[in-house]
């Protein structure tokens, strides 16, 4: 069995191979060649929860689970704290054959998957990014993006401006880019190519009047049906893309609370990703459609990126 600590999944998971392994998986998940069951949460106690998302990759002949602890953080109230294990099993022998480290995998494959959606949905030459939250996935994000468009400006909006800039300053050396704070985050989405909100917020920080036509936004940050990191409107506006169906109606948000406002009905997801990628929806149709990717997270993703880390180390 192959044990794959944080520091060994942050070395050996590379964003490009990453997001080849997850952009297959989607595609699978759509095609119903995957299996997986919604996330199930186990209270611990006060502030303190177990949570299990199993999942099968048939065709490449792998399953497992991805098991978290998620307690909340006394250093910072209101935040939690996200650690657990990947576990990979082989479908063949039913073998446990890789166990590696969530926080590290879900780091990568999270803007992994971003790159993805963002290499079919967003126009071909996208250089203005705005990233809403300043935590790791920020960082991860910038990173990845900048692998599927040629960036030449990056601004960063988050509560505390001056956090802001010490995040940016830190990403301008890391990745060479042009990456600066935002003091108001209207004005850091003003005329932006792709915005992608990271944030832990709960309620709206992206309005849609503020996003121009061609804009790509990606919604990552907020992964539970109470939790919105953009206003109903935002769902409206732009052809909506989600990872599934399924998780869509049981956890996006945004998407729920503009059911529950009459702005849309379910029939206004235009595709899933997974279809995207396989050609068998249409994502961008136009260089003026507004499109939006909302991202909750699956365990074939955690799966696909371990086995993915499993088969260069055989």
């Known amino acids: 069995m192959v044990?794959?600590?944080?520091?060994?999944?942050?070395?050996?998971?590379?964003?490009?191979?990453?997001?080849?392994?997850?952009?297959?998986?989607m595609i699978a998940l759509s095609a119903g060649e995957t299996r997986q069951l919604p996330r199930s949460i186990i209270p611990i106690g006060a502030g303190r929860l177990f949570g299990q998302m199993p999942g099968a990759l048939l065709a490449d002949g792998y399953f497992g689970a991805k098991l978290v602890s998620v307690f909340g953080d006394p250093e910072q109230p209101g935040r939690s704290a996200h650690m657990g294990v990947v576990v990979l099993f082989d479908a063949n022998s039913g073998q446990a054959i890789c166990v590696a480290d969530a926080s590290a995998i879900t780091l990568i494959r999270t803007a992994a998957a971003t790159a993805a959606a963002t290499d079919f949905l967003a126009v071909p030459d996208a250089q203005r990014l705005t990233i809403l939250g300043y935590g790791h996935q920020a960082g991860?994000?910038?990173?990845?993006?900048?692998?599927?468009?040629?960036?030449?400006?990056?601004?960063?909006?988050?509560?505390?401006?001056?956090?802001?800039?010490?995040?940016?300053?830190?990403?301008?050396?890391?990745?060479?880019?042009?990456?600066?704070?935002?003091?108001?985050?209207?004005?850091?989405?003003?005329?932006?190519?792709?915005?992608?909100?990271?944030?832990?917020?709960?309620?709206?920080?992206?309005?849609?009047?503020?996003?121009?036509?061609?804009?790509?936004?990606?919604l990552v940050g907020a992964s539970v049906a109470s939790a919105a990191e953009a206003e109903?409107?935002?769902?409206?506006?732009?052809?909506?893309?989600?990872?599934?169906?399924?998780?869509?109606?049981?956890?996006?948000?945004?998407?729920?609370?503009?059911?529950?406002?009459?702005?849309?009905?379910?029939?206004?997801?235009?595709?899933?990703?997974?279809?995207?990628?396989?050609?068998?929806?249409?994502?961008?149709?136009?260089?003026?459609?507004?499109?939006?990717?909302?991202?909750?997270?699956h365990a074939v993703q955690d799966l696909a990126a371990a086995a993915y880390l499993y088969e260069q180390m055989r």
């Not at 990628?277 to 909750?296: L, N």
Request: charged share 25%; with cysteine; glycine share 8%.
């Open 140 to 218: 991860a994000h910038i990173e990845a993006l900048a692998r599927v468009r040629p960036l030449s400006e990056v601004r960063v909006w988050g509560r505390s401006f001056e956090r802001a800039q010490d995040f940016c300053a830190a990403m301008s050396a890391r990745t060479g880019l042009s990456v600066a704070a935002a003091a108001d985050a209207r004005e850091a989405v003003a005329d932006a190519q792709i915005v992608c909100t990271v944030t832990g917020a709960v309620e709206p920080v992206l309005f849609a009047d503020w996003l121009s036509p061609g804009a790509h936004v990606n």
């Open 232 to 297: 109903a409107a935002v769902v409206s506006v732009g052809r909506y893309v989600v990872e599934s169906r399924e998780s869509a109606r049981t956890g996006a948000g945004e998407f729920l609370r503009a059911i529950a406002a009459g702005l849309v009905t379910e029939d206004c997801i235009a595709a899933e990703i997974g279809e995207v990628f396989a050609g068998t929806q249409a994502g961008r149709q136009s260089a003026s459609d507004i499109t939006v990717y909302k991202s909750i997270g």
């Open 3 to 25: 044990f794959l600590d944080e520091a060994a999944v942050l070395q050996r998971l590379d964003l490009d191979g990453c997001r080849t392994a997850v952009r297959r998986a």
